[in-house]
């Protein structure tokens, strides 16, 4: 091209249209703003990723619910309130048992668990996020008028029927203590232990968190004192099934840990403890 021909102005239609035989089309500014509004519009139709199935067993105030409807609870409202909201589905199934809500993470029916604790970490089939969401303290619940006040040893707890949950392992200070273990199932088995401890068929109700017999005995009005344990903190955290799609543990892993970080979960529970409705925004 010489110096001449770059002033011509623009070449003939004839002369543009075998340039684009050779070359390709020549794209404008308004061709590419269709373009584009139909790239959205098909990524747009692309079918959204199924929600996670999330499930779990009653620890109430933290799980609550009735057999076939969906659970429900102070994670759940969290949860609706920090986790969707960063592009995670969820579907609350209903409660289980303990063994129930483990069968589903390896058999892929359930995708999360919201509450496990220790030896929970070694589900087959599962896997533990590494970040908890809540810190607790284990106790007994005892009757008002039970001579049980403190328990400075765990050997305190020798003879004593103590009622919990079927299924998983004791600490090894719980095992050695030699209390008898009276070992409650199904869904509603904090409900069950709470009722033995009224009808006097138990000593005591373990838990390894104070706000569910709290809670509970609120609810029913039924009057309790809570004696701690000389027992470490207890974290609660959540466990995903193998089966479940990684990129969709992954998002939620990513937003659900940013959610719960800190005390952010802890404030929320203190606020929705006591009265069995969410937390004010």
């Not at 308004?30 to 692309?46: E, G, I, K």
């Not at 990723?49 to 659970?71: Q, S, T």
């Not at 809500?101 to 390896?106: D, E, K, M, S, T």
Request: proline residues 9%; charged residues 20%.
């Amino acid at each position: 091209m010489t110096g001449d021909q770059g002033a011509q102005g623009p070449a003939p239609a004839a002369s543009r249209n075998a340039s684009a035989r050779r070359h390709g089309p020549v794209y404008n500014g308004a061709m590419l703003r269709s373009l584009a509004a139909l790239f959205l519009a098909a990524a747009c139709t692309c079918p959204a990723a199924a929600p996670l199935r999330v499930g779990g067993f009653i620890v109430a105030p933290l799980v609550l619910g009735e057999p076939g409807k969906p659970l429900r609870g102070a994670l759940r409202d969290f949860m609706e309130r920090e986790v969707m909201p960063g592009g995670v589905a969820l579907r609350w199934m209903p409660p289980t048992s303990l063994a129930e809500a483990y069968a589903g993470l390896r058999d892929g029916s359930l995708d999360v668990v919201l509450v496990a604790s220790g030896e929970a970490a070694r589900q087959p089939g599962a896997a533990p996020f590494d970040w908890n969401f809540l810190l607790t303290r284990p106790h007994l619940a005892v009757r008002d008028d039970s001579p049980l006040r403190a328990v400075p040893s765990l050997h305190r707890l020798a003879g004593l029927e103590i009622g919990w949950v079927a299924g998983p392992n004791l600490s090894p200070g719980l095992r050695k203590s030699g209390a008898k273990w009276l070992r409650a199932e199904g869904a509603d088995w904090q409900i069950e232990n709470l009722r033995r401890l009224r009808a006097g068929t138990l000593d005591a109700a373990y838990f390894e968190n104070e706000y569910s017999p709290a809670y509970l005995a609120r609810m029913a009005g039924m009057p309790i004192r809570l004696v701690r344990l000389p027992m470490p903190p207890r974290p609660f955290f959540m466990l995903y099934s193998l089966k479940a799609k990684k990129a969709d543990i992954a998002r939620f892993d990513r937003v659900a840990s940013a959610a719960f970080e800190g005390r952010r979960f802890h404030d929320f529970l203190e606020r929705y403890q006591g009265t069995g409705v969410p937390a004010p925004r």
